[in-house]
């Protein structure tokens, strides 16, 4: 017991002591989460277009890389990811329907993260956000997997903008709980 306690206080220790990033970080991802919601196609394209151009860069740099050191493995990995990026480019629809196994993991392994770091924070003042958003994030990510036909683009970023939104405004409320508990009495 005495072990859990250390890490909270250690935790809200470096909660406070950067306290102005992780309010920025809260509200830049209640800003994510609002725009994936809102426009949910719309941000799942967009995150297959930014990882086709990184592949197909990355991709074009190992290829050439691999020509140069002679390596057969670093070329064949460049047109591996030339060819996936290309695929995602240019089919960016079927791209985005693979990326809703990526981000069902993502969403899977972010909840059991959250909830996590929500019972080493569970002495402080409203743990229970994180506790929720962890348990939502699973949840989603297992709705993901099941699949809803036709509509898993759109659930993507439905998904992704409610655990980007819960996330965000849970450190918002966790750091600022913080900061409220640890205030000299007559000082509010």
Known sequence: MDVERDMTITSEHVIRRN??????????????????FFLPVMTVL??????????LVSGAYQIYQGITDRSGWLVLSGLLSVIIGGILLFMPMAG???LATLVAFFLFVEGVIEIMLALQLRFSRRWGWLLAAGMLSVILSIVLL?????QTVALVGIFLGVNFLLYGISILVITSSIGDAHRPEGSR
């Not at 967009?46 to 592949?55: C, Q, R, S």
């Open 96 to 98: 985005a329907v693979a």
């Open 46 to 55: 967009t995150v297959d277009i930014i990882l086709a151009g990184l592949l």
């Open 146 to 150: 099941v699949g809803w036909p036709g």
């Open 19 to 36: 306290r102005g990033w992780y309010t920025a970080q809260g509200l830049l991802f209640v800003l994510a989460g609002l725009v994936a």
